[in-house]
Antibody, heavy 118, light 107 residues
Framework: EVQLLESGGDLVQPGGSLRLSCAASRFTISNYAMNWVRQAPGKGLEWVSTLTSGANTYYADSVKGRFTVSRDTSKNTLYLQMNSLRAEDTAVYYC????????????WGQGTLVTVSS | EIVMTQSPATLSVSPGERATLSCRASQSVSGTLAWYQQKPGQPPRLLIYGASTRATGIPARFSGSGSGTEFTLTISSLQSEDFAVYYCQQYTNWPRTFGQGTKVEIK
């Protein structure tokens, strides 16, 4: 069974930085597109970023220029580098594997909480 | 950006009854539409992709229909474990966008 385990969430001050990790098991992340999706407290789902198998990247306008998605194939781990954090970035961040049969998320991690507050 | 609008925001249903959830896209997404179920404290779970194909392990009481801009998720006979929030998502264009969710609650 595919497993995704996020880590790195923390309390950080506005303007600060944080790097999230998503360790994948039982599949090779470089063979699939991967997403980051976030959910602010009590709110709905918001797509954040995609890293394709071909290493193309896509970002929501709300994070473009501040967030960077990457992967380490030797560790089979996906990352989200978050800079210039704002209060509105406060959310649970999920990583998700994209299916090979369509650009939908077929497996999700449990999420990691990022809180941006002074 | 394609805006996804779900209705109703909350649906009160008795166990064993049928639930019908709607999702409308601001422009055509063809059949590139997925439905997810989310329970409190849990990540979303894929139910339906391609507008009408059930994901692995999803019970047959869940069905999806529609194409273009109008989509429906139907739960034929609600079980206790089906009370949750349901989201639709289009994956035809960037940015990927979700509906705001429909909460299915016990009547």
């Amino acid at each position: 069974e595919v497993q995704l385990l996020e880590s790195g969430g923390d309390l950080v001050q506005p303007g600060g930085s944080l790097r999230l990790s998503c360790a994948a098991s039982r599949f090779t992340i470089s063979n699939y597109a991967m997403n980051w999706v976030r959910q602010a407290p009590g709110k709905g789902l918001e797509w954040v970023s995609t890293l394709t198998s071909g290493a193309n990247t896509y970002y929501a306008d709300s994070v473009k220029g501040r967030f960077t998605v990457s992967r380490d194939t030797s560790k089979n781990t996906l990352y989200l580098q978050m800079n210039s954090l704002r209060a509105e970035d406060t959310a649970v961040y999920y990583c998700a594997k994209i299916s090979n049969s369509g650009w939908y998320e077929d497996y999700w991690g449990q999420g990691t909480l990022v809180t941006v507050s002074s | 950006e394609i805006v996804m609008t779900q209705s109703p925001a909350t649906l009160s249903v008795s166990p064993g009854e049928r639930a019908t959830l709607s999702c409308r896209a601001s422009q055509s997404v063809s059949g590139t539409l997925a439905w997810y179920q989310q329970k409190p404290g849990q990540p979303p779970r894929l139910l339906i992709y391609g507008a009408s194909t059930r994901a692995t392990g999803i019970p047959a009481r869940f069905s999806g229909s529609g194409s273009g801009t109008e989509f429906t998720l139907t739960i034929s006979s609600l079980q206790s474990e089906d009370f949750a929030v349901y989201y639709c998502q289009q994956y035809t264009n960037w940015p990927r966008t979700f509906g705001q969710g429909t909460k299915v609650e016990i009547k």
